[in-house]
């Protein structure tokens, strides 16, 4: 093999090996947890949260089996938090995250971390959960 050749082969590999790390950060950012149903509520530890280095997940998608679609719940502050029900509004898709925002995989419609249609051909808001905080405890309220 050349010297040319090897190092363009060399290059292609790096490059190769950079995306698939990008890649892989992707898909691990999202956690996946299952949560407890209690009193119409949906349960998830506040430490759900915590990542190794000590910093705060942006969000985690909760599933439990007594609900038909999973519920992103992203997290603004110690005390703020927003629960998404992953439902796309327009037909029925269950949705995507990707960081700040949720995208629909059959038509393309977004949604921020608010739950605030940004894109059609969604028309409506998703539903959207009030939280509280108890006991390092997130409730959900599903009612
Ligand atoms: S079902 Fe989500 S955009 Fe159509």
């Known amino acids: 093999m050349e010297r040319k ?3 363009k082969t060399c290059g292609y590999a790096c490059l190769g090996g950079a995306f698939l790390e990008t890649l892989l950060a992707s898909c691990g950012s999202t956690k996946m947890i299952s949560g407890a149903i209690s009193n119409a509520d949906l349960v998830v530890p506040v430490s759900s949260f915590l990542k190794k280095d000590k910093s705060f997940r942006q969000y985690v998608v909760v599933h439990n089996d007594q609900l038909e679609y999973p519920v992103c ?3 603004f ?3 703020e938090y927003s ?3 992953m439902k796309c509004p ?3 898709a269950e949705l995507q995250v990707f960081g ?3 995208q629909c995989p059959a038509h393309g419609s977004e949604f921020s971390s608010n739950g605030i249609v940004q ?3 969604a028309d409506a808001n998703l539903r959207i959960f009030p939280v509280t ?3 390092e405890q997130i409730q959900i309220s599903l009612k």
């Open 83 to 85: 629960a998404l029900y």
């Open 119 to 121: 894109n059609g051909p």
């Open 133 to 135: 905080i108890q006991n």
């Open 100 to 102: 700040d925002r949720l």
């Open 73 to 75: 719940l992203y997290r």
């Open 90 to 92: 327009h037909q029925g």
């Open 5 to 7: 050749e090897f190092l």
């Open 77 to 79: 502050s110690q005390a």
